[in-house]
């Protein structure tokens, strides 16, 4: 109702409700058809609720969710003064850092054009513009220097897998950003493969990871000469991340 009337949810009143026009009353009544078709709210009206702060999503981005929070959980639990997302989408992973750590500076990396360009103005947004560079980046191709923590949450579902997911996020997610069109860990095995390069010693790399994956994501971690690996449970319990440290010089 507010997202028809294009005003603040919390500034909805009874008087709003009940003095719809036409204009507002059809817009309204699209919101529910296509709500019905199973399209999410957060692209029915454009935006989705991330840690606390609105971002803006589109069908070039994923659908912000609340697991993923549990990457800014595991992120600010120690310090760190300059970080990179690996295919940061909206921004709303490395933008929630930013705008949580105010000394701190930031690199999002993604391949997808029109994807950065929704990052740069969340960014904007949350006031984070000055201390964010967003370049388009296949994972590290064209990323230098060291970071004392890397996050990423990227495509991991299998592509066998695609015809069980909701409708919700199967017809409005981009693929690119759900699956890698094979296992489900083709990015983990880029992400382990420059995590040693691209991380300062001691530093911290945390993924997003499907429930089943942990124990694939732990052994390319390890293999690649990262230690204290560590699984991380979201609120239902499952496993959702994976976080790992590089060694120290």
Avoid at 97 to 106: F, I, M, V
Avoid at 180 to 208: K, N, Q
């Amino acid at each position: 109702m507010a997202a028809a009337l294009t005003i603040a949810p919390d500034r909805l009143t009874l008087h709003d409700r009940d003095a719809l026009g036409a204009e507002t009353a059809s817009r309204f009544e699209s919101f529910i058809t296509r709500r019905e078709a199973r399209e999410p709210v957060s692209r029915i009206i454009g935006e989705r609720l991330f840690w606390g702060r609105s971002f803006k999503v589109t069908q070039d981005v994923l659908d912000p969710r609340p697991e993923t929070e549990i990457l800014i959980e595991q992120a600010l639990a120690e310090p760190f003064s300059k970080v990179l997302d690996l295919g940061t989408g909206s921004g709303c992973i490395l933008i929630t850092l930013l705008a949580e750590r105010t000394e701190a500076r930031g690199v999002g990396t993604d391949i997808s054009e029109r994807a950065v360009l929704i990052a740069g103005g969340n960014a904007v947004r949350h006031g984070v513009a000055d201390r964010i560079v967003l370049p388009l980046s296949e994972w590290y191709d064209d990323i230098g220097g060291r970071f004392d923590l890397i996050v990423s949450n990227p495509p991991y579902i299998a592509a066998d897998e695609m015809s069980d997911l909701a409708p919700e996020v199967r017809d409005h997610d981009p693929a690119e950003a759900l699956t890698d069109g094979a296992d489900g860990l083709s990015a983990y095995r880029a992400i382990a493969a420059g995590a040693f390069d691209h991380l300062t010693p001691g530093g911290r790399l945390i993924v997003e990871i499907g429930p089943t994956q942990a124990a694939e994501v732990t052994a390319l971690f390890r293999a690649a000469g990262l230690e204290t690996i560590a699984v991380h449970p979201d609120l239902d319990g499952r496993d959702r991340a994976v976080s790992a440290v590089a060694a120290e010089a």
